[in-house]
């Protein structure tokens, strides 16, 4: 992407160029803290900063990036204008359980919000789609309001043909100096024009690279969550889960806010490893592993967001001293600005003789976190195995998970919540659950574990 990452390819760890970048770049920085001027803060730290010498070990990584709590407080941060589109599935199950009247208030509600210099478009998809408001300047949209209230359910769901129609129109007034986001709504599974998954997500992707992020919700218990998840995260954008029709208004109204509050665009973390250093597991919704080189999409971050990553690392056998383990640089961009941010982190642990002394340096907070994660991680695999039919397999994993967790060497609150969170589910595996609850229950557990690297 950068000179930085070319020359890093050739040589793992420049520690000159690393140096003279953190000189250029950074506000004060402590032992894995780093800081950019407009407030942007990438944490990288080891649930135990010590190893055992000449010794395989394993270690967890953990990775967070934190923004400002407020736009005030960074006077580098200005509001950016918005060009949004909102594609909105009107299928005739939208007509149920007052889903389109819901979201249609959740439009009006996003439109009084909008401020002068930004434009709006409203697209509707069933059969076919159709552009009901082309994105223009909010200031002349005197009847969309009108137009909003005259949506009406029926027919099948073609959402390829409304994502279609919500890219072309933002690419009538593509900007890159404002935010371009798509706000994709639907309650059902894609059933007409393209519905593969990946090839959707190339677009999708693909747009991305245009300057067109995409936010997904998914409304009720019967549209295709793993279609709708991968979409907001090669869109760059969220995926929201919206349980409840009546709770439409809240949450795109809290979608809004982020929007118009995001800080960084396109945050991206790239671990680069000893030579000698396997990853094992990792934690994060979106990344790809080639060789030493670890790299996750964290997406766009508003004010007072966060992305909390695991990493499970084999470490290299390496003699005493203080060592090199790698890298973590991140990149991103701010809102309005064609330059890239990056800031690099070095990793290190320090290898001795330490036997049973090695504990007292773990970071316990680390450890609980981890297995947090995991436990979710169980949970959302045993989703995945009884959506498919695979009863015996689902309870099997959530036994073992459970074992996991009360052999942990921590306890607190939060390895407390997940026992009982694994319990109740699986007791709700073991009963005969009527279909509205147990699909309920299988979208909360998948999407909670999307939600969790924002913890």
């Given at each position: 992407?950068?000179?930085?990452?070319?020359?890093?390819?050739?040589?793992?760890?420049?520690?000159?160029?690393?140096?003279?970048?953190?000189?250029?770049?950074?506000?004060?920085?402590?032992?894995?803290?780093?800081?950019?001027?407009?407030?942007?803060?990438?944490?990288?730290?080891?649930?135990?900063?010590?190893?055992?010498?000449?010794?395989?070990?394993?270690?967890?990584?953990?990775?967070?990036?934190?923004?400002?709590?407020?736009?005030?407080?960074?006077?580098?941060?200005?509001?950016?204008?918005?060009?949004?589109?909102?594609?909105?599935?009107?299928?005739?199950?939208?007509?149920?359980?007052?889903?389109?009247?819901?979201?249609?208030?959740?439009?009006?509600?996003?439109?009084?919000?909008?401020?002068p210099g930004d434009r709006f478009?409203?697209?509707?998809?069933?059969?076919?789609?159709?552009?009901?408001?082309?994105?223009?300047?909010?200031?002349?949209?005197?009847?969309?309001?009108?137009?909003?209230?005259?949506?009406?359910?029926?027919?099948?769901?073609?959402?390829?043909?409304?994502?279609?129609?919500?890219?072309?129109?933002?690419?009538?007034?593509?900007?890159?100096?404002?935010?371009?986001?798509?706000?994709?709504?639907?309650?059902?599974?894609?059933?007409?024009?393209?519905?593969?998954p990946r090839r959707l997500g190339?677009?999708?992707?693909?747009?991305?690279?245009?300057?067109?992020?995409?936010?997904?919700?998914?409304?009720?218990?019967?549209?295709?969550?793993?279609?709708?998840?991968?979409?907001?995260?090669?869109?760059?954008?969220?995926?929201?889960?919206?349980?409840?029709?009546?709770?439409?208004?809240?949450?795109?109204?809290?979608?809004?806010?982020?929007?118009?509050?995001?800080?960084?665009?396109?945050?991206?973390?790239?671990?680069?490893?000893?030579?000698?250093?396997?990853?094992?597991?990792?934690?994060?919704?979106?990344?790809?592993?080639?060789?030493?080189?670890?790299?996750?999409?964290?997406?766009?971050?508003?004010?007072?967001?966060?992305?909390?990553?695991?990493?499970?690392?084999?470490?290299?056998?390496?003699?005493?001293?203080?060592?090199?383990?790698?890298?973590?640089?991140?990149?991103?961009?701010?809102?309005?600005?064609?330059?890239?941010?990056?800031?690099?982190?070095?990793?290190?642990?320090?290898?001795?003789?330490?036997?049973?002394?090695?504990?007292?340096?773990?970071?316990?907070?680390?450890?609980?976190?981890?297995?947090?994660?995991?436990a979710h991680y169980a949970r959302?695999?045993?989703?995945?195995?009884?959506?498919?039919?695979?009863?015996?397999?689902?309870?099997?994993?959530?036994?073992?998970?459970?074992?996991?967790?009360?052999?942990?060497?921590?306890?607190?609150?939060?390895?407390?919540?997940?026992?009982?969170?694994?319990?109740?589910?699986?007791?709700?595996?073991?009963?005969?659950?009527?279909?509205?609850?147990?699909?309920?229950?299988?979208?909360?557990?998948?999407?909670?574990?999307?939600?969790?690297?924002?913890?």
């Amino acid at each position: 992407m950068n000179l930085l990452r070319r020359w890093t390819q050739k040589t793992p760890f420049p520690p000159l160029l690393f140096f003279a970048t953190l000189a250029l770049m950074l506000v004060p920085v402590q032992r894995g803290y780093a800081t950019a001027a407009d407030g942007l803060q990438l944490q990288a730290r080891f649930d135990n900063p010590q190893a055992e010498a000449n010794t395989k070990g394993e270690r967890v990584l953990e990775l967070l990036v934190t923004t400002p709590k407020h736009l005030s407080s960074q006077p580098a941060l200005a509001r950016i204008p918005l060009n949004i589109a909102l594609v909105i599935d009107t299928s005739g199950s939208m007509g149920q359980e007052g889903k389109l009247e819901t979201v249609k208030s959740a439009a009006h509600n996003i439109l009084d919000k909008l401020q002068p210099g930004d434009r709006f478009a409203l697209i509707t998809y069933n059969s076919y789609a159709t552009v009901h408001i082309p994105l223009e300047p909010v200031e002349s949209l005197r009847h969309a309001h009108r137009l909003i209230d005259a949506l009406r359910p029926g027919g099948n769901t073609h959402l390829s043909a409304g994502l279609r129609h919500g890219y072309r129109q933002l690419h009538r007034h593509l900007d890159t100096s404002v935010i371009n986001r798509i706000f994709l709504l639907s309650d059902g599974l894609a059933n007409m024009g393209e519905t593969n998954p990946r090839r959707l997500g190339d677009w999708v992707e693909m747009e991305q690279h245009n300057g067109i992020s995409l936010s997904t919700f998914g409304v009720g218990l019967d549209f295709n969550e793993t279609l709708m998840a991968e979409l907001s995260e090669r869109g760059r954008g969220m995926y929201y889960f919206i349980d409840e029709p009546a709770r439409s208004k809240e949450i795109l109204a809290q979608a809004f806010r982020a929007t118009r509050e995001i800080v960084a665009k396109d945050v991206e973390l790239e671990v680069q490893l000893h030579p000698a250093a396997v990853v094992r597991e990792v934690y994060a919704n979106s990344y790809q592993i080639h060789g030493n080189t670890l790299t996750i999409q964290a997406g766009d971050l508003s004010v007072g967001e966060r992305r909390r990553i695991h990493i499970r690392i084999a470490t290299p056998v390496l003699d005493k001293g203080d060592q090199n383990i790698g890298q973590v640089r991140m990149e991103y961009q701010q809102p309005g600005q064609a330059t890239a941010i990056s800031q690099t982190l070095p990793m290190s642990l320090r290898y001795g003789t330490f036997g049973q002394a090695i504990e007292k340096a773990r970071d316990w907070t680390i450890t609980e976190r981890t297995k947090v994660f995991e436990a979710h991680y169980a949970r959302d695999k045993a989703a995945q195995i009884y959506d498919k039919g695979d009863v015996t397999s689902a309870k099997r994993i959530l036994h073992k998970s459970l074992q996991n967790l009360r052999n942990a060497k921590v306890h607190g609150k939060r390895i407390s919540k997940e026992l009982e969170e694994t319990s109740t589910y699986l007791h709700a595996l073991e009963q005969q659950l009527d279909r509205k609850e147990r699909k309920k229950s299988q979208k909360a557990v998948k999407y909670k574990k999307y939600l969790l690297e924002g913890c």
